[in-house]
């Protein structure tokens, strides 16, 4: 029986007469779009829109109100213990600079080290690098083990007094490997060391529980769970908000403002500077209504299905060598094809409207780490189905005998 | 291919599989090394110019895509028995059209399909700016061979 997808009939994209063919493969850099999440937009800017937290109208006290609710939403759906925990932000990539910023910048010296690893996505990476760069401070990267994930006796044995923080993928963006996160946060917690989880590739497909992983920081954006070009989130664990210093100075995070000095507000909303994306807010607010009215195990177990059975089909071609390891639960694989150049790969793909991703996928640490420049990578989202695999296997085969040559790779 | 896929066409194909210049060993008294900063891929262009500053001989190597290794070979078949000067002006010519509206004629037709394509113009154009470096080096050999002259 052929695996097809009871979600794809939720993205307006694949009925539009432009894109009906598309074979999407690039949920890992944006997920497309559910109706519910594209209406509640066009409700959002037609009927709704005003400026949260500052009008006493009618219209911006509701745009206050679905904001709040929206935070308690977030709340729950990663079972965080409070609403003040969660903040708003433009995605992931702001979310990791306002740690670096907020919370590590004020206290880290030349004594100090951070602790990442090898297969961190450059927003995961280069805050860090840059902070050591001009502290003096030492950036720890972790290698990985043989099944790609992070090798936790090279972590464990990295960790000392002087170790501020660890940063680290939930689920590798090139790879699609999972890493043992709780059980880092343990290590982490006998070491009193925070621990920083970037989230963006977990987001969409696992079922989050931050209390249990037990992390200080969750970061994620809003467009890897279905929700558009929303907003992304940031979890602080209570523990370490009186720790933080505003990063983004503006409206809406002071208590007082005089000539002479500024008291800004105790909450981590002093992270909240400026204007929020209340448009966003919504979106994802109606992205997580979407997600909670599918099991989450029903999710898991279709993606396993489609993922499985890709990695079956890529291993029957003998000119495919995977990069990700055979891990039938990941959505993420990339791979490189012999002979045959992965940009033209891409090209080639795209003329029978197969998107896939090609390149260093801002993780070069990591290619280089493996000894390549630039992989293929598919990822699948809960619209992916087994028609779009066998497209994809169907050109790979075209594109290998168009375009292989053995002068490629002297 | 559903989609016709101007980028591939067979002249371009024919390039990409038989390479004019690639890998060959010459006698280069000029080399410059460029990368594309948005896939990491390399090219070196070796240049052998007499004292007329005619090309004769250039070659390039380098792990590079279909389109990079067709437009460096286009290169090496265009440019041979050429002045570096002239050279100058055939790559302005290609980039301000690639970049633009118009056509390339001749043996540069095979490059007119990746103007639609605008993330894979720098995949195209890549062996001519790598090669734009060695026409400065030559111009800076020129000048301080006029000013020794000057001088003296």
Request: hydrophobic residues 35%.
């Amino acid at each position: 029986m052929k695996i097809i997808s009871a979600w794809k009939k939720d993205f307006p994209l694949f009925s539009s007469t432009a894109h009906q063919d598309l074979h999407y493969f690039d949920s890992a850099a944006t997920c497309l779009v559910p109706k519910i999440v594209a209406e509640c937009s066009y409700h959002y800017l037609t009927q709704e829109h005003a400026n949260s937290h500052r009008g006493i109208y009618q219209l911006s006290n509701n745009a206050t109100v679905k904001v709040e609710q929206t935070r308690e939403k977030i709340k729950d759906f990663i079972k965080a213990h409070y609403p003040k925990e969660i903040i708003f932000c433009s995605g992931t990539t702001e979310a990791i600079n306002i740690i670096a910023k907020g919370f590590i910048k004020p206290k880290i010296n030349a004594n100090h080290n951070i602790i990442i690893s090898q297969a961190e996505h450059h927003a995961n990476f280069l805050p860090w690098q840059m902070l050591c760069q001009q502290t003096g401070a030492e950036l720890r990267v972790i290698r990985l083990n043989k099944n790609h994930v992070i090798d936790i006796d090279h972590l464990s044995s990295s960790i000392d007094t002087n170790t501020l923080l660890i940063a680290v993928n939930h689920i590798s963006n090139v790879l699609g490997t999972t890493n043992p996160v709780k059980e880092i946060c343990n290590i982490a917690k006998k070491n009193n060391v925070p621990v920083l989880i970037d989230g963006a590739q977990a987001i969409g497909h696992y079922d989050i529980n931050v209390s249990d992983i037990g992390c200080d920081f969750y970061a994620f954006s809003g467009h890897k769970m279905y929700a558009g070009n929303s907003c992304g989130i940031l979890y602080i664990n209570k523990s370490h908000h009186d720790s933080f210093i505003p990063v983004t100075l503006g409206g809406g995070i002071v208590d007082k403002v005089t000539n002479e000095e500024t008291r800004y507000v105790k909450s981590i909303q002093k992270l909240e500077a400026g204007t929020l994306n209340t448009g966003g807010i919504m979106c994802l607010s109606a992205a997580i209504s979407y997600l909670n009215n599918i099991d989450k195990k029903e999710i898991k177990q279709y993606l396993n299905q489609v993922s499985t059975y890709l990695l079956n089909q890529l291993s029957q071609l003998s000119f495919i060598k995977l990069i990700s390891p055979n891990d039938e639960t990941a959505s993420i694989i990339a791979f490189m094809m012999n002979g045959v150049h992965s940009h033209d790969v891409a090209s080639i793909l795209d003329s029978n409207n197969i998107a896939v991703r090609v390149g260093h996928h801002c993780a070069q640490p990591l290619h280089q780490y493996l000894g390549i420049k630039n992989s293929i990578r598919v990822s699948l989202g809960i619209y992916s189905q087994q028609e779009d695999i066998d497209e994809l296997v169907s050109t790979l085969v075209s594109c290998h005998e168009m375009l292989s040559t053995d002068i490629f790779h002297e | 291919m559903n989609k016709s896929n101007t980028m591939y066409q067979r002249e371009l194909l024919k390039h990409h599989q038989f390479p004019v210049g690639f890998n060959q060993t010459i006698n280069a008294n000029f080399q410059a090394f460029d990368e594309n900063a948005f896939c990491g891929d390399e090219i070196s262009v070796e240049v052998n110019c007499n004292k007329k500053g005619e090309i004769e001989q250039i070659s390039f190597k380098g792990d590079s895509c279909a389109i990079c290794r067709a437009s460096a070979s286009i290169m090496c078949q265009l440019l041979k028995n050429i002045t570096l000067t002239s050279a100058d002006s055939t790559i302005l010519n290609i980039t301000s059209t690639l970049k633009a509206k118009g056509d390339l004629h001749g043996d540069l037709i095979p490059l007119n399909g990746i103007k639609q394509y605008p993330v894979r113009l720098q995949c195209a154009l890549l062996p001519w700016t790598t090669l734009g470096n060695i026409v400065q080096q030559y111009k800076c050999q020129i000048e301080e061979v006029a000013s020794c002259k000057k001088i003296g």
